[in-house]
Every structure is written in structure tokens, then in C-alpha cells.
């Protein structure tokens, strides 16, 4: 039973090693992140002033958003939507070790 637990825990490494490392695996979730990050952008919230401010302010305030939205979030957004389908793709395959272990269980019963 022992050497069957090692084995699927052996194998589950392997995956989350190629899920990490695999060139192919890597541009897929690259391509996912960007997409979901572009969606993730286009929703992104206007500021809208409840007291119409000077022309000078409003300006520097809108440059100062859009720095933002065109600048400093796209890479930071990214970035957490690589971390979160990593962490997806890594559950998914804990959750089949899980089922694989559970099922082994079961077959060293009969």
C-alpha cells in the first residue's frame, strides 16, 4: 500500500514539475493570463468627480489614471492571473492524486 501511495505522489511531482517547466504548458497559461487580463481591464472603474474640480486638476487627475490603467496595472494584473491558473492547474492535479490514493485505498481492501 506504502509503495502505491509513493508512486502517486511520485507521479503527481512529475506533473506539477511539467506544469511548471513544459514550454507548451507555459505558453498556454501565458495565453489564458493575458486573455483574462485584457477582460479583466476592460472592466476597469472610471473615477467620476462629484464636484466638477479646475481644468488643470481634472487633467492631471485623468493622466494619473490612465498612466495607471495603460502602465502599472497590465503587468501586476497579469501576474496575479498567472499565480491564480497556476494554483488552479496545481489543484486540479492534487485533487486527482486524491482521487487515484482514494482509489487504491478501496483496492487494498478487496
Known amino acids: 500500500m506504502k509503495q502505491k501511495f509513493a508512486e502517486a505522489l511520485k507521479e503527481y511531482r512529475k506533473e506539477v514539475f511539467k506544469v511548471e517547466h513544459d514550454h507548451d504548458e507555459l505558453e498556454n497559461l501565458t495565453q489564458e493570463a493575458l486573455h483574462l487580463t485584457e477582460d479583466s481591464l476592460q472592466n476597469a472603474y472610471h473615477y467620476h468627480f ?61
Open 50 to 110: 462629484h464636484k466638477l474640480p479646475t481644468a488643470d486638476r481634472a487633467e492631471v487627475i485623468n493622466m494619473i489614471n490612465n498612466y495607471t490603467l495603460e502602465a502599472l496595472l497590465p503587468p501586476i494584473v497579469e501576474k496575479i492571473t498567472r499565480r491564480q491558473l497556476m494554483m488552479e492547474r496545481k489543484l486540479e492535479l492534487l485533487v486527482h492524486l486524491l482521487e487515484e490514493a482514494l482509489d487504491r485505498i478501496g483496492d487494498g481492501d478487496e
